[in-house]
């Protein structure tokens, strides 16, 4: 098992940025590749990133593309989703997830560990 905890979220105005971050714990973090997922109230959860294993490939949703940035720090069992120049509508709880097997890294059903996810609202 995989325990996941999401942290930095907050309230920000638009065109602000926040880091947030996912402290994994119970198993070897370097095994896993790493998303994050975005959910609004009566909205689908969406992909947003993915990093591999080591970091060495990334993946973005088209609407945060240029915006948000993936990395991780296997050393601190850490994974972290910079978000630059926020938007209203980036407004979400925002989860992030492992997967252990080979899969498309934006189909949030080949993730097998989910932590309880961190609100962030951008006002306007």
């Known amino acids: 098992q995989v325990q996941l905890v999401e942290s930095g979220g907050g309230l920000v105005q638009a065109g602000g940025s926040l880091r947030l971050s996912c402290a994994a714990s119970g198993r070897t973090f370097s095994s896993y590749a790493m998303g994050w997922f975005r959910q609004a109230p009566g909205k689908e959860r969406e992909f947003v990133a993915a990093?591999?294993?080591?970091?060495?490939?990334?993946y973005y949703a088209d609407s945060v593309k240029g915006r948000f940035t993936i990395s991780r720090d296997n050393a601190k069992n850490t994974v972290y989703l910079q978000l630059n120049s926020l938007k209203p509508e980036d407004t979400a709880v925002y989860y992030c997830?492992?997967?252990?097997?080979?899969?498309?890294?934006?189909?949030?059903?080949?993730?097998?560990?989910w932590g309880q996810g961190t609100q962030v609202t951008v006002s306007s």
């Open positions: 990093i591999s294993l080591n970091g060495g490939r990334t």
């Open positions: 997830a492992a997967k252990r097997y080979s899969g498309t890294y934006y189909d949030k059903l080949q993730y097998n560990y």
